[in-house]
Nanobody, 126 residues
């Protein structure tokens, strides 16, 4: 079992930056690949970024590539999402998730993540 708690969301103007954090407790954090997903009102939950257990492999949705960076600190049991050049269409609830079974080829599949945080709201104003 792992428990996930996101923080760092808020209101920001277009072009601004935010850094989300996801703190994990419970089972050994470094055994999980991690992902960030987001869900806008009335829309499905979408993959944003994923990172391997060691942090040496990352994957991004095309919509955030070049603007967002996922990273992790296994010593602190934390995964981060640095979001730059934010756009109004980035507005959503952002969720952190952990998986023991996803491989690097299917990190985008939400169904493979067994543990989810409660989400943090990100609002980008135009």
């Amino acid at each position: 079992q792992v428990q996930l708690v996101e923080s760092g969301g808020g209101l920001v103007q277009a072009g601004g930056s935010l850094r989300l954090s996801c703190s994990a407790s419970g089972r050994t954090f470094s055994t999980y690949a991690m992902g960030w997903f987001r869900q806008a009102p009335g829309k499905e939950r979408l993959f944003v970024a994923g990172i391997s257990m060691s942090g040496d492999f990352t994957l991004y949705a095309d919509s955030v590539k070049g603007r967002f960076t996922i990273s992790r600190d296994n010593a602190k049991n934390t995964v981060y999402l640095q979001m730059n050049s934010l756009k109004p269409e980035d507005t959503a609830v952002y969720y952190c998730a952990a998986t023991l079974i996803a491989t690097m080829t299917n990190l985008k599949l939400a169904s493979l993540y067994g543990y989810w945080g409660q989400g943090t709201q990100v609002t980008v104003s135009s």
